[in-house]
């Protein structure tokens, strides 16, 4: 069983940042598609960026030049930094992978999620 588990969640004000992070004992992030996802309430959940093959990435129009998708090998966690934080960044931000779509795609059924982490940025 895939266990991943999301922290570093909190609150921000705006022009801010956070890091949450996805940490999956025993699977090796970097074999992986990794994504994150997030879902703000009343809102559909949002494919927020994906990291395949250790370098290859994808990242939503909405977050483009401000979050950063990464991984720790040795820790085998997945990273999102977030940057210039915005009020409509709010959302619970969920980590997924195990899909079976070889190019990684956002829109990708994912097997495997975490159980979220809150982020909330105030103006």
């Known amino acids: 069983q895939v266990q991943l588990v999301e922290s570093g969640g909190g609150s921000a004000q705006a022009g801010g940042s956070l890091r949450v992070s996805c940490a999956a004992p025993?699977?090796?992030?970097?074999?992986?598609?990794m994504a994150w996802f997030r879902q703000a309430p009343g809102k559909e959940r949002e494919g927020v960026a994906t990291l395949f093959d250790g370098h290859t990435t994808y990242y939503a129009d909405s977050v483009k030049g401000r979050f950063a998708i990464s991984l720790d090998n040795t820790k085998n966690t997945l990273y999102l930094q977030m940057n210039m934080l915005k009020p409509e960044d709010t959302a619970m931000y969920y980590c997924?992978?195990?899909?079976?779509?070889?190019?990684?795609?956002?829109?990708?059924?994912?097997?495997?999620w975490g159980q979220g982490t809150q982020v909330t940025v105030s103006s």
């Open positions: 025993g699977y090796t992030v970097s074999t992986y598609c």
């Open positions: 997924a992978s195990g899909t079976a779509d070889p190019y990684c795609n956002i829109d990708a059924d994912f097997a495997y």
